[in-house]
Structure formats: C-alpha cells, structure tokens
C-alpha cells in the first residue's frame, strides 16, 4: 500500500571525496510536498458537521426536484400518510386487516413530521416537499457518520472517496429522499457501519449494542430482511478477539486478558444485545400498529411469513426480472463506482499477494490477516448483492440498503489502484514527484469520470421523467386569483358549503405515475378509469370527514364539513383487496364523471391505442389544461435516453397531459 513506500527509501551515503551537491531548495520543498502526499500526512478532512452541510445541499436538491419511478413509494407510503394527515386517500392490499404486512409505526413517524410542517405550510403540497426535507436532513446526518468513520477508522483518502460517491451518485440521489421502508433500513445501515468499522473489543460492549440497535431497527421498522448485513458483524464479533485494551473516562487503561471461553462470552453479548435491543423495538412498534390495526401483530414477520413461507404467492406476482437486472441497475446508478465494488475483493487480494512481504510478521498468517479484516468489511456488500439477485422479483428500490456499503467497497478499490499505479511509477524508477503526482491524479480521474456520469444520469432523469410532477402541480392554478382562505381547496367556501360537490381527477394506462394525492387540493380526489392494466389497483380508504352542524347567531342550523380524527378506515378489511394481484373491478369509474384526466399521448404509439385507452387529447369531450414533454422510452436510443448528452441525439418525446372536461 502507499504506507509502505515510505519505508522503501534508500539513503544512499555520499562517497568519501565527493564534494556533496547542494540542493535546490524549490526541489527540495517539492520533494518534501510528495513525500507529505505519499505518507498521506497532510490529508484534509471535513468534520461532522462541514459533511452535513455539503451532502444537505445535494439532499435538498433531491427532495426538491427528484421524481418517484415506483408506485409502491406513492400507494403504500405517500397515501396512507395523506390519509392521517387529510383524512382520506387510497389503500392497497397490504393494510388490509386481513393481512398487515405494512407498518403503520412507519408511516405516524412521518406523519408526525407532516404534522409538524402544517404550522409553516399553507398547503399539504408545501407538507409534501416539507417532509421530504426532513429526510434530506436525516439522510445527510447518517451520511456524515459514515464518512468520519470510514475517514477515523479506515483510512482519510479512503473517506474523501466515500464522500464524493455519496455525494454525486444517482442512486444515492434518487435513494437519499425516498419515502421507502428500504431508504429507511439504509439510514440504519449507515449509522450501523459507523459503529461496525471500528475494531472488534473485548472491553468495550458499546460497538456490540450500537450496531445490534441499528441493524434491529433498521429490519424491524423498516425491511425485515436489512438483517443480512449484519451476518458478517456476527461472524466478526465471534471469530475475531480484537481490541483487549481500553482507555476510560479518568484517563486509566484497561486491559483484557483473553480467556479459555471468550467466545462463549461473546455469542452470550450478542444474544443479550439482540434480545434488549429487539424486544424494546419490537414492543414500541407493535404499540403503535395496535393503535391504527386494532389488532396485536408484528408487522416484520407478516412480511417475512408473506415472502418466504406462502406457497403460491410471494412477490413474483407482481413481475420478475433477468438474473443480470442489478448490474444494469448499477451501472445506471453508480457507473463506474459499481463496477469498482463488485470488484473490491479481488482488489483486496492482488493487493495482499503485491505487498506479501511488507506486512511486518513470522507467519504467512501473520501476512493476510490485515487483508481478511478488511474483507470482512467488504462481504456484506456481496452477500446482499447474491441474495437479491437470485430472487426472481428485482426492483431498484431494493439495493438502496447496500448503497453505503457499494460506496465503501468501490473506495477502498480506488485506493488500492491508486496505490498500485504508484508502484507501477516506481518499478519505471520515477522519481518521488512523479510518483506522487501518479498517486493524486489516479483516483482523480476516477472520480470525476463517476461523477460526471451520474450528473449525466441525474440531469436525464430531471429533464426527460418529471412530468407528472409539473402536470398533477398544475391543476392548483384552477384556484380563483384572490383565493386567501382554505388554500388546499379549488372551491375556497367547499368546507361550509355542502352544495359543492367533489371533482374528479381521473387516470387510465398512467396510474402508476400518480405523485399522491398531496398534488390534488382537498375538494378532488383520484379516480382509475379501466385500461388495458388487469391486475390489482388501491381501492379507497373510509373517510374521516363527515357532516356536522352549528347554530349561528339567527338560531339556524348550518351544516359544515369537518374532519374526524378516528382512523377508521384503518382498522378495516374492505372486500375485493387480495394478495394474489386479482383485479378488483369497483375501483373503476366511467368516463363521463371525469372533471379532469391525466394522460400520455405518444405519437409513435398509435397502434396501441384501443378502446381502453384511446388518444384522449384527440377527444372533443377535453381541453387541454396543460401538457409537458416526456420520453418516449420504448422509440428512444437506450444509451442517450439513460444518460443526457449535449444535443441527445436519437430521442422521441410524447405530451404528459392533463385535460379538464368541457363545459
């Protein structure tokens, strides 16, 4: 490694009678500098708090700007939280009673924060963007943990890579604000590996607490499955004695001496910390599904019981994909960097057989055991990649748990590259200068190929998949000018006048682009219209907003619309909801109750177009209200639709509508 090049100077003595060369003393400042690079003495990192505040200018861009692609974050999470905060919105099987496979712990937390955002927002679409505000924030702490310490415990340069993957990449950036149980076991698996990248310790308990904490939390109030990485801490914690000296409070250092049964005591810690930590997560959680379900349930093992143990059901009912899916994925995402952590270990060895006789040591055991911890931290990147990739359901939102590991393990290849391309200057007898202009410019050239890449990637996400966001954004514009009260609604009096009466916003073939029900005001609400879709869509949940009265000063009745906070709809069962993925018919509505509909029109597509899903923007029943280019995918070049490029040659593009009903 680069460490090592330092102890390989030779300090050749001048020959007696040999008048000694003064030097120049640019050249020996120079010389001086390189040497500094190489030793990596005068590295500069950022603090915890420097870290927070540059990742939270790149978190707030995504949550100010970055589209949702999966369905699920909408009609799972997005709509039940609409529902605790609006009172109504749309329920998908999951929640049914019959099945509980989604926590309502999840959705309150963030429904808290929602509740919060209601003192400074004059709309629920501000408390929309508010929220996933609040995740930026969340999200660049736990990415600042993970950076100082990747930067304290493996290595500064090592932790200057991490930074600028996180900080760059497109899979962080549409992962960062997700509204997802598995952006949210990410969270933990950061702030899980700040505390697992330190050394193994005999003494101190805190790293085994703190890490079962985590990845607890992480798998019990966000994905069950989360729990896979942490099988290599296990192994490490068991196998491994690790650190038996320790400093405390006061300043004394205490020391462990290993016993005939440490590993006994060590499984005894682990069980002792997954019982406490478990337990308690595990009681809180269940508290708070009580309070929504009504019923007593632990929402992790109906997840787990629905995906392992159900013969015939499981998630292939909802589509499958290629072994190669992740790759591509990867590649997408991360570009280069992915490919530079799949290959992590391998770098990892060439590196241990290079450097053989450098690590000091009597043993060729003595030789490898610095690399096998090392690679101990680099496994669990692969055991979560295999896993998932053998699973015949892929989606991308699956992979956002591995993200800080996928960082890790394409920085510490970086580095090892960066380290043999010095080599490689030095077996050519180059001198310290260039030799340490090698070592710099290596892992530049790295990085900024990644990150130019994902700029690529994220600016052809925000300028070709959007629409829906401007489209569904622009229906508040129906809203009279001088509207001052009761911002959330098109009609400012439909709370005290029970003469105006609902507006539909309607959607066909586009249901699974639908940004929630946070971008329609309170007196419209989402309808399907049938298309050629035959599987299962969310069906309503019971509203809690009813009729009540007052008198008022001349001693009439006047009726109001108010919200009740029951949550009733929460604890209900609604018929025709299935996990087999069965259509549902009564979700539909008919085209003639439509005030609004939301459609793409693709030109190039006009053999598709059937009687379920017509060319609507050519019907004399709709006005355009507002239209937006979108790409066109399937006639578009796959490389130029997936990257921008100046001029992005090879692209077609269709309108994303949405048509108000003619009077």
Known sequence: ??????????????????????????????????????????????????AFRILFIMRCFSALYRIMDDCDEVYNYWEPTHYLLQGYGRETWEYSTDYKIRSWAFIFIHALVGLVTKFVASTKLQTFYLIRMALAAVCSFVEA????AVTEEVNPHVGRYVFVILFFSAGMFNASTAYLPSTFAMYCVFMAFSYALKPVSEIDRSRTYKVVFWIGLGSLAGWPFAALIGIPFVIEEIAIYGRDTMETEDGTIVRSVAGAHWRW??????MEATVICGSGITALLVLIDQMFYRQYTVVAWNII?????????????YGTEPWYFYILNGVLNFNIAFILALGSVVCVLITAYVDRNLVPGSSRFDAVWPYFLLVIKLVPFYIWFTVFSVQAHKEERFMYVAYPLLALNAS?????IRSWSSKVARYFEASVQVRALVLRYTSLVILVLTSLLSISRIVALLTRYRAPFVVYSAIWREQLPDQLMNRNYLQEDFPDNLNLTLKNVCVGKEWHRFPSQFFLPSDTRLQFLKSEFDGQLPQTFEEDITVDSYEDANGNQVLYRRRVYGWYGARKAPAGLNNLNLEDPTVY?????????????????????SDLEPRYILSDKWEILTCVPYLDTENSNRFARAFWIPGSPGLQWGDYCMLKRKT
Do not use: W
């Open 589 to 609: 509505v008919q085209e003639e109750e439509c005030d609004y509909l939301v459609d793409a029109d693709f030109p190039l597509h006009t053999a598709a177009a």
């Open 412 to 416: 510490i290849s970086i580095y090892l």
């Open 145 to 148: 943990r993970f950076y100082r």
């Open 265 to 270: 005591r060590r499984v005894v810690r682990l």
């Open 1 to 50: 490694m680069a460490e090592s090049e330092l102890r390989s100077r030779n300090n050749k003595k001048v020959k007696k009678g040999v008048t000694p060369v003064i030097p120049n003393i640019e050249n020996m400042n120079a010389v001086k500098a390189a040497q500094a690079l190489l030793s990596e003495s005068d590295t500069v990192t950022l603090s915890l708090v420097s």
């Open 305 to 317: 019981k629905y995906n392992l143990f159900e013969a015939g059901l499981g998630p292939e009912l």
